[in-house]
């Protein structure tokens, strides 16, 4: 066991504590303002500050759990969290079972806290694909990638119903990664990305997206628009690089930004989270922020590369893909040169579903890390 520790990832482990630590303090300045404004008491504040504690403190349980149990045993049970997740994505569809909010039916309500199933649903895809793709010794064929895109299409068609496209998206982008990692010849992973991307246009086209996803969708490249459909979409991403343009080199200091004070960018706990950092921040302290999850994404990738075997690779370039993503499109968003998607800013964002999946997913690579080859 001391071994064991002692070939735990520091690195990954302190960067980790470092982005969470940073991600609190920015929860905080970004939910404090726009209580206070509202004639509401800091204690309020706090309150959501705890909340996201309470997250923190049981996904570091979850990832110290996972980093210290042999990540082979997931194998065994990898198709059964599969479906307790599908399971999981059609329950909250249903009425008075599933909470709803803002049309979206997302959450099961457990006393005050919420979890959202979609936010497991990538790892439950990491994991069932990785069992699969490592059981085949001799390599994937056609018949192998078909029952893969049904494997995966399941879960991210009940994830569109919901909707959550930015999950969606996400589940795909992995799925493309890991078939990559497998060894899918090329010329099939690019015929699945070209399939990908007819389907997407397809569904704009076809009326499948509603009005306000679309609009999310493809504001990045219609910022000048007079389109009335657009101009909600092209509100919330002019306050976003607002504050984040506000913010200078080295940022107005904490609880000192305008637009973070003032709530002038919606959901910015969430989604938005990167404009709390850039404007109280500055660029110096957004690169930084960036550069610590960037690290964080190397680490993870490097447990890939020193994995024992096939399950423990893949694995971890999953992960690294979710984690990534995530960062990149989260960041990107805010600053008007990626769509606008539902995707939280790993370890940053407010979201106690997002918290416990993040803080999971790092515990699998810290146990694929410490029991590397040689």
């Known amino acids: 066991m001391g071994r064991r520790a002692a070939r735990f990832d520091v690195a990954l482990l302190g960067t980790v504590l470092l982005v969470t630590a940073i991600g609190l303090v920015m929860i905080y300045t970004a939910t404090r303002g726009t209580l206070v404004g509202q004639g509401l008491p800091v204690g309020d504040a706090l309150a959501v500050l705890k909340r996201q504690g309470i997250f923190v403190m049981m996904g570091l349980v979850a990832m110290l759990v996972l980093a210290t149990q042999d990540y082979r045993r997931l194998e065994y049970v990898s198709y059964a969290l599969y479906g307790l997740m599908v399971f999981a994505l059609l329950a909250v569809l249903v009425p008075h079972i599933g909470s709803s909010a803002l049309g979206s039916s997302r959450w099961f309500s457990v006393g005050p806290l919420q979890l959202q199933p979609s936010e497991f649903a990538v790892l439950a895809e990491i994991l069932a694909v990785a069992t699969y793709c490592s059981r ?128 002038y ?21 957004g690169t930084a922020v960036l550069g610590l999850l960037g690290l964080l994404c190397w680490r993870v990738l490097r447990a890939a590369q020193v994995a024992r075997d096939p399950f423990g690779r893949l694995l971890c370039a999953g992960i690294f893909t979710f984690l990534a993503y995530s960062t990149f499109q989260n960041a990107s968003m805010t600053m008007g040169i990626m769509p606008i998607t539902g995707i939280p800013l790993p370890f940053v964002s407010y979201g106690g579903s997002a918290a416990l999946c993040f803080f999971a997913a790092v515990g699998v690579a810290l146990s694929v890390g410490s029991r590397r080859s040689g």
Not at 140 to 159: F, K, N, Q, T, Y
Request: aromatic letters at 8%.
């Open 136 to 263: 085949r010794a001799d390599g994937l064929a056609w018949r192998d990638v078909w029952r893969l895109l049904a494997m995966v299409g399941i879960p991210v068609l009940l994830v569109v119903k919901q909707p959550d496209m930015g999950t969606a998206i996400i589940m795909t982008v992995v799925l493309l990664v890991m078939l990559a990692v497998a060894g899918v010849p090329g010329r099939i992973l690019l015929l699945l990305v070209l399939g990908a991307l007819a389907v997407f246009f397809l569904a704009l086209k076809a009326g499948v997206l509603h009005s306000y996803q679309i609009s999310r969708l493809t504001t990045f490249i219609h910022q000048d628009s007079n389109n009335p459909s657009l101009q909600g979409a092209i509100y919330t991403l002019q306050q976003a690089k607002d504050a984040i343009g506000s913010g200078g080199m080295f940022g107005r200091g904490l609880l000192h930004g305008s637009a973070t004070n003032l709530g």
């Open 265 to 285: 960018v919606p959901e910015q706990q969430t989604d938005f989270i990167f404009t709390a950092i850039g404007e109280q921040l500055g660029f110096v302290g």
